[in-house]
């Protein structure tokens, strides 16, 4: 079971929170950059709101250079919407402790290091299969 405290979990949570902004910052600067102001202004609305759409609406634009912030976004999301819950911070794969300070430096993590790492190679090898 995870060991996270009140306190720890709002340590995670400021994180999750000050990460959350700098990705929208980064996905609007790319946005105005490339010229996409109208898509900026909107996405802006509807992270000010709270809503957490504003990835699922972003990713249906095909601008590749903010795909993996989006992406990124879309994970602080789902561990803000999973911070509550009695099993956050357990690995998904071997239910072991993610551990604090793990989940301090990569606060969407849904692995343990040792998962993570073996998740990892077996998507690298299906990304690039041998013929
Ligand atoms: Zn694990």
Redesign the pocket.
């Known amino acids: 079971m995870p060991t996270l405290n009140q306190t720890e979990k709002q340590r995670i949570a400021e994180v999750l929170k000050r990460r959350h902004r700098a990705l929208c910052d980064e996905i609007h600067s790319e946005l105005e950059r490339s010229g996409h102001q109208h898509y900026a202004d909107l996405a802006g609305e509807v992270a000010d709101a709270g809503d957490a759409s504003v990835a699922d609406m972003l990713v249906d634009q095909d601008i590749a250079i903010v795909r993996r912030q989006v992406e990124e976004l879309t994970q602080v999301e789902a561990a803000q919407q999973r911070l509550m819950d009695d099993d956050f911070g357990t690995?998904?794969?071997?239910?072991?402790d993610?551990g604090l300070p793990r989940l301090l430096a990569v606060p969407h993590a849904t692995?343990?290091i040792?998962?993570?790492e073996q998740h990892e190679k077996t998507y690298a090898h299906e990304a690039n299969p041998k013929m």
């Open positions: 690995c998904e794969d071997c239910g072991a993610i692995r343990c040792a998962c993570q």
